[in-house]
């Protein structure tokens, strides 16, 4: 272990004074991303309290109760930062008191005539809410906290940003147990929603729309079971607002009407994203009207669009949500899927294509198979593609195992391509020892680990396990390579377990229990089980494969 000589501790009475001075140099004219003196002080004292801890916590109290009724309103604005500024390093203990003793003095800041002074306040609480939530006492503070955020984010846009981050550390932070039937947010939920539609709708500020549809998105995803009515009525409004700007493409003549619209639509779509994440198959009776929608936009959106990427990510969610339901809605979303599958000139949203291929697969298991070819051959084509780079091919060999597990036997019109394919890929040889390289790899051997997987399952389901027969001896020297490399992932070695558990099933016979007798498959399973850092999801499948070994090897 590195020796610590306690540097910064020794010199805090030396330093941090003049850090706490030096965030009274604030340029009042500086934009909200400009980097300056009192800025580079802020983010230098919060480093230094993450490594002191609670001894710089007395210099900033004294700093703190000097200047916080301070006639100048930098050393007001110093006051609030710095007491922000050590919320994260000294010990929980020295910290309660005193967030419980300022919380009250912060929220009578925010109604401080300069509004710098305001927005740091804001902040402030943002912090307190991220690092010390259980020092706040809902019952007590959470009413006047919410009002005086929400009070600063309607008073001035500068604050937005501030204002906004710290309502949704508020609402990740009180939002209780997931499921649960009620929570701190419960009594403040309705009127909340209400304010952030009032802002959203009377603003003409982007950057502060934007912010406060993040917030409701944080809201609608922290929301107890006694809001749901709440958040059913809200998605009318967000479908009807929706609705509202497809008329408006033919209203557009700049680059920035374009570009504001692009800003709403893909705010909205968000929303919808976390209602239906949050409604799951409660949404059904919007689920027409959301699909309606979602294929206007993207018949009315030109190239280029940001949109598109969130629209996707909604249809997504709603395929989770209604799972084989979503079916009725894929002959008319299917071109829209494979365009984007095909348009290798914006990777991003190619790469989007791909993970709602996955999710629609989950969703429709059998239902997909209609769609299948073309889906396959536009895969296929990427993962053959010099145009996209290499961070699209695990994505795309997962894909084919969620194919595969969908439409099981069914598959074995895909098995000799993509196991020629899968074969290639762990074939793969490495001269370049980067750290993005090694990256790589171990992600697409995760990307063939599910495939694979998904495979086996597929012929099992299907009763063709014979088909397996000519890939079986190249699946376990995968499984060799994976367990003689020291840079593997808990996720690569979980599929790798599915995949020998799988295997085992699929021959119960024993005609490749030679295989399972080999030491390193035994040694392999073990070590995972034995991982005490690993999920116990991965120590769960371990345990399986274990005994599908023993029951091979005793064959």
Not at 230 to 236: C, E, P, Q
Not at 309 to 316: E, S
Not at 409 to 428: D, K, M
Request: proline fraction near 4%; charged fraction near 20%.
């Amino acid at each position: 272990m590195r020796q610590y000589f306690n540097f910064a501790r020794v010199a805090t009475t030396e330093v941090v004074p003049v850090l706490l001075e030096l965030l009274a140099k604030q340029d009042e004219d500086a934009a909200d991303d400009e980097y300056n003196l009192s800025r580079a002080a802020y983010q230098c004292l919060q480093l230094w309290s993450q490594a002191v801890g609670s001894t710089a916590v007395p210099a900033v109290l004294n700093f703190v109760e000097r200047n916080l009724r301070a006639q100048d309103w930098h050393y007001r604005d110093a006051a609030v930062s710095a007491f922000g500024a050590i919320m994260e390093g000294p010990d929980e203990k020295v910290l309660d008191p005193l967030v419980k003793q300022a919380l009250p003095v912060l929220i009578g800041m925010m109604e401080d005539p300069v509004v710098q002074v305001k927005d740091s306040a804001a902040f402030a609480l943002g912090r307190m809410c991220e690092a010390c939530s259980e020092s706040i006492d809902p019952s007590t503070h959470l009413q006047p906290l919410i009002a005086s955020l929400f009070g600063g984010l309607s008073s001035h846009p500068k604050m937005a940003s501030s204002c906004c981050w710290a309502l949704m550390n508020l609402a990740d932070r009180f939002a209780g147990e997931p499921g649960c039937q009620e929570n701190a947010l419960s009594p403040h939920f309705q009127a909340s929603v209400g304010q952030l539609l009032q802002v959203t709708e009377q603003t003409t500020d982007n950057q502060l729309r934007t912010a406060a549809y993040e917030v409701l998105n944080a809201f609608v995803t922290n929301a107890a079971n006694d809001s749901l009515s709440v958040i059913a009525s809200l998605t009318d409004v967000i479908l009807n607002r929706l609705e509202q700007t497809i008329p408006m493409q033919q209203q557009v003549v700049s680059v920035e009407d374009k570009l504001t619209l692009e800003e709403i639509q893909t705010s909205l779509m968000s929303v919808v994203m976390a209602i239906i994440q949050r409604l799951e198959a409660e949404i059904k009776p919007q689920a027409d009207r959301i699909m309606q929608l979602s294929i206007q936009i993207l018949s009315s959106l030109g190239p280029k669009s940001s949109v598109p990427d969130t629209v996707f990510a909604t249809v997504g969610a709603l395929a989770n949500a209604i799972e084989e339901d979503f079916a009725k809605y894929m002959q008319p979303f299917s071109n829209y899927l494979y365009n984007a599958l095909g348009n290798q000139e914006e990777p991003a949203l190619c790469a989007m294509a791909i993970g709602l291929v996955s999710d629609i697969s989950r969703a429709l298991n059998e239902k997909i198979q209609p769609f299948c070819d073309t889906l396959m051959n536009y895969l296929l084509n990427n993962l053959r593609s010099s145009a996209l780079g290499n961070q699209f091919k695990p994505a795309i060999l997962q894909c084919f195992g969620d194919i595969a597990q969908a439409i099981g036997g069914a598959f074995e019109t895909y098995l000799s391509v993509v196991a020629q394919v899968l074969q290639q890929a762990a074939g793969i040889n490495v001269q370049d020892s980067s750290f993005e390289m090694l990256d790589y790899v171990v992600s697409l051997r995760e990307g063939i680990m599910d495939a694979w997987g998904g495979a086996i399952m597929a012929m099992r389901t299907g009763n063709k396990t014979q088909l397996l027969q000519p890939y079986v001896e190249s699946i376990f020297q995968l499984l060799q390579t994976v367990y003689q490399d020291a840079n593997r992932t808990e996720a690569l070695l979980r599929a790798s377990m599915g995949v020998i558990g799988d295997l085992a099933e699929a021959f119960p016979g024993g005609e490749y229990a030679h295989y399972f007798r080999q030491d390193f498959l035994t040694a392999m399973a073990r070590d995972t089980r034995a991982n005490k850092e690993f999920s116990q999801r991965t120590i769960d499948t371990a345990r399986w494969a274990r005994e599908q070994i023993k029951r091979q090897t005793g064959m």
